[in-house]
Nanobody
Framework: QVQLVESGGGLVQAGGSLRLSCAAS????????MGWYRRAPGKQRDLVAT???????NYADSVKGRFTVSRDNAENTVLLEMNNLKPEDTAVYYC???????????????WGQGTQVTVSS
């Protein structure tokens, strides 16, 4: 199957920066879209940013201009550079991928276990 493993979360003061990384492994044929979602305490899981294999990106309005998503198609990795962090960015961040993988191969959504990001005021 396909596994996503995140790293890079932690505690940072408001105005600081963090970088999240995610590596996909397993029976991968093609990950058309990779990216990040987050779930703040007491809220639903929301889109942060995604990037297609061709490079097209999509960002939540709340992070535009502060966060940058990038990927390495050959390595099946996706990064999230987060700058000027705010307390409202505090959440569990989940790596996400959509594509073809698994045995037998099929189209599916894949999720990481999540990594905590806490921004103190």
């Amino acid at each position: 199957q396909v596994q996503l493993v995140e790293s890079g979360g932690g505690l940072v003061q408001a105005g600081g920066s963090l970088r999240l990384s995610c590596a996909a492994s397993g029976s991968i044929l093609m990950l058309n879209v990779m990216g990040w979602y987050r779930r703040a305490p007491g809220k639903q899981r929301d889109l942060v940013a995604t990037i297609a294999s061709g490079g097209d990106t999509n960002y939540a309005d709340s992070v535009k201009g502060r966060f940058t998503v990038s990927r390495d198609n050959a390595e099946n990795t996706v990064l999230l550079e987060m700058n000027n962090l705010k307390p409202e960015d505090t959440a569990v961040y989940y790596c996400y991928a959509w594509g073809v993988g698994g045995v037998p191969a099929g189209v599916d959504n894949y999720w990481g276990q999540g990594t905590q990001v806490t921004v103190s005021s």
